[in-house]
């Protein structure tokens, strides 16, 4: 590969060529699960990992090491991991880093899936966990123990879209000896590479935009190749949280579009963002395309463009909130984000759901918010479903407020 290519370029060439024995350009789906050895030597030295090779299902397949590669090289990372979805990325790459006794901080309003993670499944292992505001460094400073073993952030965040300073973070990591992670999944490396800004580790639910086509549920997670190796054979193996090469395939196709959709997602999202911020009806709009969200300068200078997730909390709170969803005509109700197809939710009764209401209000996630995966569809339809969504609150839920 050219070293001087562009991001567009290299997200479609990067480690794939075509077949040397067919010339078949689209990549090869290899599902199998055994790969024999020229002799006892060189399986030897494969599953000592002396030798780059695949020896069996559970560890990996031909298909996935040709996405592990191209993600690795598009995030400027030394090797990746592909999984089987976003929360075992996270989860491994917490795991890797935390043992028992061990600490981590962790931003204040991360996805309800990591917090549920950190919050029910860590502690039965010894692991302590502190949510910090990560935009406040020296709060940050000031929580590092003695014990902490890592920092994990999500910039922008869900659903609120936060952004975090990463050479700013990573720098007081770097002060402290500890990891940071940074879950890119928003993002995508093609509006931000957190390796280069100081990070350690990134982490994608690949089910999102990298596949971007809501028929796959995955992981990615990018790192330095030893601690690649170590997540693949101590803790994916280990707990059978492996890719097929169905999956694979499937984000490798998905991935070779990548560009295109995800700035179409952007344009779309600031369109849908300024209008919404025109709206009485909308108390506040969460994007960091809009001069008056807290880190619009720091999103210029950190992100290629703003990313396809808009929240906003509609007045009324949550009656009008439920009222405006269930009214949309083209954005479908649904969990996931970063498909071609719109897609609206309810964070404090789907996404975020396992966050007591107490904490989620801390979080910034009200009762009123709602979240919107703008979709690649015409946005002057997407807006035009919004607005006949909004002229269905009535005016007796504009007063309505509601904990649920
Ligand atoms: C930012 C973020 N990270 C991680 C995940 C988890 O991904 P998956 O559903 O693939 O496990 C999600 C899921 O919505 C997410 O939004």
Redesign the pocket.
């Known amino acids: 590969m050219r070293t001087d290519w562009s991001m567009d370029t290299r997200i479609i060439h990067s480690s794939q060529s075509p077949d040397p024995l067919t010339g078949a350009i689209s990549e090869a789906l290899i599902p199998a699960v055994a790969y024999a050895f020229p002799n006892a030597e060189t399986a030897a030295a494969v599953v000592a990992g002396d030798q780059e090779g695949i020896y069996y299902g559970r560890y990996g397949n031909p298909t996935l090491r040709v996405l592990e590669q191209k993600v690795a090289e598009l995030e400027g990372g030394e090797d990746a991991l592909g999984v089987s ?6 989860s491994i790459a917490l795991l890797a880093f935390l043992k028992h006794g061990d600490h981590v901080l962790v931003t204040k309003d991360v ?1 309800g ?2 917090y549920s993670f950190l919050t029910s499944l860590a502690p039965r292992f010894g692991i302590e966990f502190d949510f910090v505001d990560c935009t406040n460094l020296e709060e940050v400073k000031l929580s590092v123990k003695a014990n902490t073993k890592a920092l994990y952030i ?1 910039t922008p965040s ?1 659903p609120c879209l936060t952004v975090l300073d990463i050479q700013q973070l990573s720098t007081i990591c770097k002060q402290f000896q500890i990891p940071m992670i940074v ?1 890119n ?2 993002m995508t490396p093609y509006l931000q590479q957190p390796l280069l800004l100081g990070a350690d580790v990134v ?6 935009y990298l596949n971007g086509h809501g028929d796959v ?3 990615i997670i990018v790192g330095k190749k030893h601690q690649i190796d170590f997540m693949r054979k101590k803790i994916m193996g280990d707990l059978g949280q492996n890719l097929n090469a169905w999956e694979s395939f499937l984000i490798l196709r998905g991935l070779k579009t990548m560009g295109l959709r995800v700035q179409r997602h952007c344009s779309s999202a600031q369109q849908i963002a300024e209008f919404l911020d025109a709206q009485p009806s909308i108390r506040r709009v969460n994007y960091p395309g809009l001069p008056s969200h807290p880190q619009h300068s720091l999103a210029k200078k950190q992100m290629k463009a703003m990313g396809g997730i808009v929240s906003f909390e509609v007045e009324g709170g949550l009656m009008a909130g439920k009222q405006f969803i269930n009214s949309l005509k083209l954005a479908m109700i649904s ?3 970063g498909d071609p197809e719109t897609l609206v939710q309810h964070p404090a009764s789907m ?1 975020h759901s396992s966050i007591p209401a107490g904490e989620r209000l801390k979080f910034g996630i009200s009762d009123g918010l709602i979240r919107l995966s703008v979709g690649l569809e015409d946005p002057a339809d997407i807006i035009r479903d919004l607005a006949q969504g909004l002229s269905a609150i009535t005016p007796q839920m504009l007063n309505e407020t509601r904990v649920i």
């Open positions: 979805s976003g929360m075992a990325a996270i996805y899936g990591t999500e869900n879950d999944t928003f982490v994608h639910s690949a089910t999102k549920v995955a992981g969990f996931s984000l996404t």
